[in-house]
């Protein structure tokens, strides 16, 4: 059974950087399809970017050009470079993943999900 386990949480200062990993357990293989979301106290799951197995990305506006998503298939951990963090960045993110061959910014595509990590941006 594919599990997915988030590690690099924490706090930070606005203009702050932090990288978030997500290593894949109980599969021979790097899903298709892998991202992270975020939720805000109070707010929706919102998609925050995403990779396919041959390396295409998409990013959601509110972090384009400040986050990275990237990915090791080799060791099957996930990754999410964030910088230039603002207080609004603060949220529990969520790695993700499914083995449909079609990505999506909506969580409703991926039946797979980590426990979280808590980002805190200060101001």
């Known amino acids: 059974q594919l599990q997915l386990v988030e590690s690099g949480g924490g706090s930070v200062q606005a203009g702050g950087s932090l990288r978030l990993s997500c290593a894949v357990s109980g599969s021979t293989y790097a899903p298709w399809c892998m991202g992270w979301f975020r939720q805000a106290p109070g707010k929706e799951r919102e998609g925050v970017a995403y990779?396919?197995?041959?390396?295409?990305?998409r990013y959601a506006d509110s972090v384009k050009g400040r986050f990275t998503i990237s990915r090791d298939n080799a060791k099957k951990t996930l990754y999410l470079q964030m910088s230039s963090l603002k207080p609004e960045d603060t949220a529990m993110y969520y790695c993700a993943a499914t083995e449909t061959p079609v990505c999506t910014m909506l969580f409703s595509g991926y039946n797979k999900w980590g426990q979280g990590a808590q980002v805190t941006v200060s101001s």
């Open positions: 990779i396919t197995n041959t390396g295409t990305t």
